[in-house]
Every structure is written in structure tokens, then in C-alpha cells.
Nanobody, 126 residues
């Protein structure tokens, strides 16, 4: 089982930018980010296949950018123009079995991933 470790969370002000990172202990194909705010369900943020194909939650397009360094088994999430509603625990997810899903939308499904990190807290103050 591949282990995923997130880092880079913290407390920022509205309008600030923040980048969170996730390092995998082994080779991981598709990787994604999800988030969970207090009292809410975990929701999809962004995902990337190993070749760089990406998928974003519609509401976050233009503010969040996912990228990866395959040589370092690392995926990043750059978050710009942060809002208080972005406050959540951000989780990294990885699929070490299959790179390309049957349907692109599967990249946004929790069941597509077989490894999860412990999460990193991002808090945006107003």
C-alpha cells in the first residue's frame, strides 16, 4: 500500500495564496485532492493522471491548479484568491493500480483511489 503524506496547510487570510503538497511513498498513477469542511461531506477538488491530464471541480476552476512531479512522486495544489469557504481539511488521494479511468469523471470519485493521506488543515480567515 502506497503511503501519502500531505504538507503545507496553514492559516491564511482571504485573498492569499497557498500551496499544499503530497508525497507518495511509491509509484502512483492518478492523484487527486479532496477536501472536507466541518459538518460537510468530503468533496472533490482536482485530479491529475500521470501524463498530466487534469480535472477540476467546476466551482474551483481558475483559482486552484494541480500539478505534479512524477520523478518525486509528488502532487501539488496551488490555491489562489482563497476564500473563507475554502476552509477545510485537504486530503491527497492516489491510485497505484490504474492510471486512466474508464471515464474522466471517475477521477472525481472517491472509490477510484486506493490510497489516502491523513489530511492537512487549511484555514482562511476573513
Amino acid at each position: 500500500q502506497v503511503q501519502l503524506v500531505e504538507s503545507g496547510g496553514g492559516l491564511v487570510q482571504a485573498g492569499d495564496s497557498l500551496r499544499v503538497s503530497c508525497v507518495a511513498s511509491g509509484r502512483t498513477f492518478s492523484m487527486g485532492w479532496f477536501r472536507q469542511a466541518p459538518g460537510k461531506q468530503r468533496e472533490f477538488v482536482a485530479a491529475s493522471t500521470s501524463s498530466g491530464s487534469t480535472l477540476y471541480a467546476d466551482s474551483l476552476k481558475g483559482r486552484f491548479t494541480i500539478s505534479r512531479d512524477n520523478a518525486k512522486n509528488t502532487v501539488f495544489l496551488q490555491m489562489d484568491s482563497l476564500k473563507p469557504d475554502d476552509t477545510a481539511v485537504y486530503y491527497c488521494a492516489g491510485n497505484s493500480r490504474v492510471d486512466y479511468p474508464i471515464a474522466t469523471i471517475d477521477l472525481s470519485r472517491r472509490w477510484f483511489y486506493n490510497s489516502w493521506g491523513q489530511g492537512t488543515q487549511v484555514t482562511v480567515s476573513s
